[in-house]
């Protein structure tokens, strides 16, 4: 990969429900949670994409790829997929990218700790999630 000396990156947990997003940047190779898209409806999921891609104008993004724990697909990680080739199509950006297995667990036990969880928390534990992804492939990419 070609290193951006100060670029802006976006991440995103696919869901079929909801998209948790994060931002990160290049320089600083610090992911934060930004959002949470909550839409079943893809047109819908899609314009608050684009609204986001617009407002941080990002030069890459990330999607996490589901997996089973032994590294086998399951139908979300062809979801995932798809997802991300669209993205690709729609706006013209290299998307990378990276295996997900544990995030989800990972982010609960971090709003856990926080004393959060549970099911109101399901829009928060998404966009963790997705700062989890944003922060291994910053890892990987070191």
């Known amino acids: 990969m070609r290193k951006e000396p100060d670029a802006t990156v976006l991440a995103f947990d696919f869901g079929t429900r909801r998209i948790g997003v994060a931002v990160g940047n290049t320089l600083t190779r610090a992911a934060h949670a930004l959002a949470t898209i909550d839409a079943a409806d893809a047109a819908k999921r899609f314009a608050a994409i684009a609204a986001l ?58 709003l856990a700790e926080a004393g959060r969880g549970g099911r109101a928390d399901r829009g928060a534990r998404d966009r963790v999630a997705a700062q989890i992804i944003l922060q291994a492939w910053f890892d990987e990419t070191a």
């Open 53 to 110: 891609l617009d407002e941080w104008r990002p030069a890459r993004l990330v999607v996490g790829l589901p997996v089973h724990a032994d590294g086998s697909e399951h139908p979300t990680t062809g979801r995932a997929r798809a997802f991300a080739r669209e993205l690709e199509r729609r706006h013209r950006l290299p998307v990378a990218l990276v295996d997900e297995r544990w995030t989800t667990e990972i982010a609960r036990g971090q």
